[in-house]
């Protein structure tokens, strides 16, 4: 992680720093960020794919300046924390053991959870399994799925007026598919350029995508992510998501083990289903939950199609925000996700 990406000079010489931490066990070492006081209430933010510690930022330093100690953890098989080989290490009661660790090493009080794409999915699992961890959830771009995040379920809720069976059999999910039937091929063309995938990979949403075939759903017909290139076209990253030196740490942060680890996440679906099987209630959730949609998000969005009708049913206390962004709304609309859990927070007196 270099210096300037934890300065806080991206965002202001003002605001809170974020201190680079480490916490091991014998079975995995997390490495993340801390901000703000050691004896504030804990908020803890969990990124997704392809991501890390560092897509927190604005959040981190706003609840830090507001009294919350803030955490964000590298996920396992990101940057600094522990990436085994073995595509099991990577199911969900593997990730869900190693927030608990990280949990304990806080001091083990009940936090505020917050999630984003297969961060909304640890988190939603750490609720379900360990609730005792948690007064609240945040889940961003990503609904929970008290039966397990499996593609057999997702692909149950596809919009089939967007996505014909015939054409489109996975819909949006045939990436998803093609981790699993292409594992080898698909790490190939993510790993042969990373600083352009990545910077193709993070662009802001599009009201003209709603509605429209997500290029996520061709990538089997495709021959890859990328067709017959097999690499990322050039692209300079969007300065307006990332700062120019978080931009640059979070290519450095796959330096190591590639995206080998992270692809790995996508290929556990027998596993994760029969850990979600563990969860008491059948996974219900009655603690409070706020979900936050991006109104254009291709893959994710709950508007309109029946993606968020398992998280309705099983969440008590759903509370619920839709804003004008695509998946990458953490950084897309920064003040906007801050205010919409700021203002949840005060709502549930937490």
Known sequence: MCAAALSGTAWGASTPPLSSRTVSTD?????????????????????????????????????????WRCIAPDMRGYGG??????????????????????HDHLGGNPAVWVGH???????????????????????TSWAYFPQGNSLDTLV??????????????????????????????????????KAAYLASAYRSGSPASVGTVSPMA????????????????????????????????????????????????????KANIAYAGEAPDEGRLSLPVLFV???????????????????????????FVSLPSGHWLPLERKAEHIRAIRDWLDRKNL
């Open 27 to 67: 079975r995995h070492t997390t490495h993340y960020l801390e901000s703000g006081p050691a004896d504030g209430p804990l908020i803890v933010f969990v990124h997704g794919f392809p991501s890390s510690s560092l897509i927190w930022r604005a959040q981190m330093e706003a609840f830090a300046a507001e009294g």
């Open 81 to 102: 924390s522990s990436a085994p080989l073995a595509k099991d290490a990577y199911a969900m009661k593997e990730i869900v053991k190693d927030m608990a660790e990280l």
């Open 117 to 139: 794409d297969w961060g909304s999915i640890v988190v939603g699992s750490l609720a379900a399994h360990e609730t005792k961890r948690c007064s609240g959830v945040v889940l």
């Open 156 to 193: 149950s809720l596809v919009d089939r007026d967007i996505y014909p069976a015939d054409a489109y059999p996975d819909g949006q999910w045939d990436y998803a598919r093609y981790y699993n039937t292409h594992f080898d091929q698909a790490i190939a063309d993510l790993d042969t350029d």
């Open 218 to 269: 061709k990538v089997t017909r495709n021959g890859g992510r990328f067709g017959a290139a097999h690499r990322a076209p050039p692209r300079q990253p969007d300065p307006a998501l990332w700062p120019v030196a978080d931009f640059e740490a979070l290519v450095k942060s796959f330096d190591a083990h590639g995206f080998r680890p992270p692809c790995s996440w996508y290929v556990n679906d």
């Open 293 to 319: 949609n991006g109104d254009y998000d291709q893959i994710c969005s709950i508007l309109g199609n029946r993606q968020g009708d398992p998280m309705r049913a099983a969440c008590r206390d759903l509370s």
